[in-house]
């Protein structure tokens, strides 16, 4: 194990799952009214290791770093070239005069 003084640089993603109790809502239904879910704090997130509600303060760096990823995946996702719209994008030379030939 590495030794280590003070607090560390930079937060780790920590696994994180939806409550099992309150299926991620962060409420449950009670007889007349919609409840807070005391398993997660209303938030509707646990730790996945201990199945644990995890504390506000963790919890909303957590979250941030897990969309931060998200729409970093997404915006991967929308620059990746290929499919159908990649032939719209670029010139095929087949059509009359060599312009662009599409098929539609």
Known sequence: MKKQHGPAFRRELKPLMECSI??????????FHRLD???????GWVC???GDAVPLEELVPQLSMKLRNATDELARARRAHGGPHGQYERNNR???????????
């Open 22 to 31: 309150c299926r991620g809502a962060g409420s449950t239904e009670g007889v």
């Open 37 to 43: 879910c005391l398993a997660c704090n209303a938030s």
């Open 48 to 50: 996945r290791a201990t």
């Open 94 to 104: 087949r059509g009359a005069g060599g312009t662009n030939y599409t098929c539609d």
